[in-house]
């Protein structure tokens, strides 16, 4: 008696480790086949840098994200996971290949697919006539599965062989993206194959044991996804940017506000936070892209063009309080400057608001001292000896004519104020981020300037 489709799909979760290869060890690849291991798969990452993956090899993760060191080592102690420069070599092996390839937005933003394509072409050449699964784990535009599928059918060599292609998105926070793929809020499969979506079921399984969802799609509304994702988070933040500018005017407090309005479960809490914009590597560059796409299908998202414009002009926020503050003259000035990663956890500059203000201030004639826990060789490869980067927070404050907050490092929410204030010339704080009460800061004697919040005059007894 042939079983059930049911039948099959249930067995296939006693069927053991899956074989898992990932073509790519950026971010997304580095993670994915880590966690793919961690889980007990079997998995072979492939990257062209042979440096990169020698480096890799022997355990060394070139990028700081929490765990993934650690994790990555066990993976290759175990002979779980393993890297190479060989891509038959992960072909041969890989029951479900992904592609995890930089797609890099051009200068009208679109994203550059073409080495998704280039990969995918390879692999239909090298593909055997065992059943296998590519998916494309990259950012893509909408409509990038489908060419990935029309490639590998119309290729010469690829007849009789018998494959699937899948979209899967990731929606990975840097900072905590081991902890987001060992428990994903959702998993995302874009197919229309029945016998694809089953094992790529059987894979997810494990990730989602607390009853999170798997969600399958068809693929062009998986790729979608994500874009509708970040763009509607980096709405959230523009959104509330906007709201700190109204709050500054009326002599409101973007604080109470926020509150205000994340009470209420229609809305919630997450993404609300005033500041100095949004910077990465996903934010920025799938807004464009996003747009992108609406324009090339005659479609004006007008409302995408207004978060970009508010980013550009919230992320240039601080450099100008700091010349209004100093009368428009910084010539001689030494701006100290805690924060350079666009976010916690992580030492990726990528579009990060500190660059931006520390190329306006250095513009308008100011020395800066930088300091941050992680980014500081990422963003002396930026700027080089343009800016002086010091090796601790207290150390980039001697000199300094006023203090900049870029970044919110768990480190700078609770510092030593007198210390600060005896290292500083000038008692002056410009907070990009929020992290002190405006009252206190004040009543400490300091010049404090944060965004969409009261200020009050320093005492001075």
């Not at 996971?81 to 060989?86: D, G, K, M, S």
């Not at 059918?153 to 494959?163: I, N, P, S």
């Not at 902890?179 to 989602?208: C, H, N, W």
Request: proline share 5%; hydrophobic share 40%.
């Amino acid at each position: 008696m042939i079983p059930s489709f049911t039948e099959r799909f249930n067995a296939g979760f006693n069927q053991g480790p899956m074989n898992v290869a990932i073509v790519g060890t950026g971010y997304v690849g580095l993670v994915a086949g880590t966690c793919f291991a961690e889980m007990g798969n079997d998995v072979v990452c492939v990257d062209i840098d042979e440096q990169k993956v020698e480096a890799l090899s022997r355990g060394r993760v070139p990028i700081y994200e929490p765990d993934l060191g650690a994790c990555l080592v066990r993976n290759l102690r175990e002979r779980r996971l393993r890297f190479t420069t060989e891509l038959d070599d992960a072909i041969v092996h890989g029951d479900i290949i992904f592609l995890a390839l930089p797609t890099p937005p051009g200068e009208d933003g679109e994203a550059d697919v073409s080495r998704v394509l280039s990969v995918a072409g390879e692999i239909a050449e090298a593909l055997s006539g065992d059943y296998c699964i590519v998916v494309t784990k990259s950012t893509v535009p909408v409509g990038t599965t489908d060419a990935v599928r029309r490639l590998m059918e119309g290729h010469g060599l690829v007849a009789g062989k018998d494959f699937d292609v899948v979209s899967n998105p990731e929606f990975l926070r840097e900072g905590a993206a081991v902890g987001d793929f060992m428990k994903p809020e959702r998993v995302i499969l874009g197919t229309s194959s029945e016998r694809a979506a089953a094992r790529m079921r059987q894979l997810y399984e494990p990730f989602v044991r607390q009853g999170n969802p798997i969600l399958v799609m068809d693929e062009r509304s998986a790729e979608l996804t994500k874009y509708a994702a970040n763009a509607f988070l980096a709405m959230r933040i523009s959104f509330m940017n906007e709201m700190s500018t109204l709050c500054d005017r009326v002599g409101a407090d973007i604080d109470r506000v926020r509150i205000g309005i994340g009470s209420d479960s229609r809305i919630g809490k997450q993404f609300l936070y005033a500041g100095i914009g949004f910077g990465g590597s996903c934010f920025p560059k799938d807004v464009r892209a996003l747009q992108h796409t609406a324009a090339a299908h005659d479609c004006e998202f007008r409302i995408l063009e207004a978060v970009q414009t508010i980013n550009e002009s919230q992320r240039a926020l601080l450099a100008e309080r700091v010349s209004e503050y100093f009368g428009g003259r910084l010539d001689g000035l030494v701006v100290a400057v805690w924060g350079l990663a666009f976010k916690p956890n992580t030492d990726d500059v990528r579009e990060a608001p500190s660059h931006v203000v520390i190329r306006l201030l250095l513009s308008a004639g100011a020395e800066v001292t930088a300091y941050d826990p992680q980014a500081i060789e990422t963003s002396r490869a930026v700027f080089g000896d343009r800016v002086n980067f010091a090796s601790g927070a207290y150390d980039a404050l001697h000199r300094a004519d006023a203090l900049v907050i870029c970044t919110e490092w768990p480190e700078f929410r609770r510092p030593n104020f007198s210390r600060i204030r005896e290292l500083l010339r000038q008692p002056v704080i410009f907070d990009g981020r929020n992290l002190y009460n405006a009252r206190r800061m004040a009543d400490a004697g300091f010049d404090y300037f944060s965004i969409g919040r009261p200020r009050y005059a320093p005492r001075t007894d």
